[in-house]
């Protein structure tokens, strides 16, 4: 019997981290870490991204291949996507070059067929302020409430409509099985506390909630009224990176789902997040954005 396959819509860049030390860089990039995530978890994965002709892009494909991930190629006009984070100062600020803040996937045959048959769908930092964009891959989903799980994963940098990437992200959200809401997405938003989103986005239709906060743990709220919450776990060993441990949580729960299904009772659900928590807390542990697994685990 064949292993259930995942499809990850989204972004892949390179992430240029800049501090005291020097100039680090990684392939990164929400839904490459996702992707990546899913791979590293023993899940068939295939990521749909805009990626550059370039030296960057080949960093991005040896990265990708390295954790057997399939990679259905938008060439990027400009390149590939590159994501500076400046810490010499110490609070990061971060920009974006022009590729990145003209990202767009093109579906060829190749990426629709992946769509339709995938038994799950992901969709990581997406350009949800470009209508016609989400116009163009909701049409290649069938049966997204049951298949389409999705992470907003904003980033101001480059983003150009605040109000539109909100009103197409409820529009996707609401054709849902799975939403992924983190507490700094929540606040950039809507300017709103995590759980005021998390019940917005349930009264907009969303199948289930996923709600991330950081150090404070995880919630998760179901259309069948369940709801379950666990802390991070805890974990010897300093925190060293939290950069991808919202995109582990987010693999994690696709796993989670794929493994058992959606969760139909408070056991199930805190089980879920349980796990999830685990693999962030290790995330959280070493260096970059790619998901760990615990060790012994």
Do not use: C
């Given at each position: 019997m064949s292993k259930p396959t995942v499809v990850v819509v989204g972004d892949a860049l390179i992430d240029e981290l800049r501090g005291p030390e020097g100039i680090r860089e990684f392939a990164g990039g929400a839904a490459l870490n996702v992707a990546i995530g899913l791979a590293v978890l023993?899940?068939?994965?295939?990521?749909?991204?805009m990626v550059g002709e370039d030296a960057d892009g080949e960093t991005i494909k040896r990265a990708l291949t390295r954790h057997g991930v399939r990679l259905i190629q938008t060439?990027?006009?400009?390149?590939?996507?590159?994501?500076?984070?400046?810490?010499?100062?110490?609070?990061?600020?971060?920009?974006?070059?022009?590729?990145?803040?003209?990202?767009?996937?093109?579906?060829?045959?190749?990426?629709r067929a992946a769509l339709a048959t995938a038994d799950l769908v992901a969709i990581s930092c997406f350009p949800f302020?470009?209508?016609?964009?989400?116009?163009?891959?909701?049409?290649?989903?069938?049966?997204?409430?049951?298949?389409?799980?999705v992470d907003p994963n904003p980033r101001m940098g480059m983003?150009?409509?605040l109000a539109t990437f909100r009103t197409n992200f409820e529009r996707v959200a609401s054709r849902s099985l799975l939403v992924k809401i983190g507490d700094e997405d929540s606040q950039m938003l809507y300017g709103l506390p995590l759980e005021a989103v998390r019940s917005r986005l349930r009264e907009r239709?969303?199948?289930?909630?996923?709600?991330?906060?950081?150090?404070?743990?995880?919630?998760?709220?179901?259309?069948?009224?369940?709801?379950?919450?666990?802390?991070?776990?805890?974990?010897?060993?300093?925190?060293?990176?939290?950069?991808?441990?919202?995109?582990?949580?987010?693999?994690?729960?696709?796993?989670?789902?794929?493994?058992?299904?959606?969760?139909?009772?408070?056991?199930?659900?805190h089980d879920l997040l349980a796990r999830a928590m685990l693999i962030a807390a290790a995330t959280s542990r070493r260096e970059g954005a790619l998901l760990a697994v615990p060790d012994g685990r």
């Open positions: 023993g899940v068939p994965t295939t990521l749909i991204a060439v990027g006009p400009n390149g590939s996507s590159r994501a500076v984070s400046d810490r010499t100062d110490g609070e990061p600020r971060y920009t974006f070059n022009d590729a990145a803040r003209a990202r767009a996937v093109l579906l060829d045959d190749t990426a302020d470009n209508t016609s964009q989400v116009d163009h891959v909701l049409s290649a989903i069938p049966n997204p409430e049951k298949r389409l799980v983003m150009h409509d239709g969303a199948g289930m909630v996923l709600a991330t906060a950081g150090r404070h743990g995880a919630s998760l709220v179901t259309s069948a009224g369940l709801s379950a919450s666990e802390p991070i776990a805890p974990m010897p060993g300093p925190v060293i990176d939290t950069m991808g441990a919202g995109d582990a949580t987010f693999s994690s729960t696709i796993v989670s789902i794929l493994d058992h299904g959606t969760p139909v009772s408070t056991v199930a659900a």
